[in-house]
């Protein structure tokens, strides 16, 4: 994780995983941490639908593949390297 004290790309999908896996045990009646009142299960549901559309956004995306992609990151660097070594 970046010292930032913005969350970065490359940890925004880790922590959708992990909130969609607390969620999702909040909801399974086997779970112990099972939400037995309804009214806050209802609230749980719709906010873990809503969730799990922009989590499918990233499937849309390049974005984050790029950011998280070593070779990405190591290819912009000798990419940058080879062209100072030739215009300057």
């Known amino acids: 994780m970046s010292m930032s004290k913005y969350m970065t790309l490359s940890s925004s ?18 779970d112990e941490k099972y939400c ?3 009214n806050i299960r209802n609230a ?3 906010g873990y639908e809503k969730l799990k559309s922009y989590y499918s956004k990233t499937d849309d995306s390049y974005a984050y593949t790029i950011a998280t992609s070593n070779f990405f990151i190591f290819f912009i660097f000798n ?8 215009f300057f």
Do not use: A, G, R, S
């Open 13 to 30: 999908v880790p922590i959708y995983n992990k909130l969609l896996d607390h969620i999702e045990n909040l909801l399974n009646e086997e």
């Open 79 to 86: 990419i940058q390297f080879i062209i100072l070594i030739i």
């Open 44 to 46: 749980i549901q719709k």
């Open 36 to 38: 037995k009142i309804l």
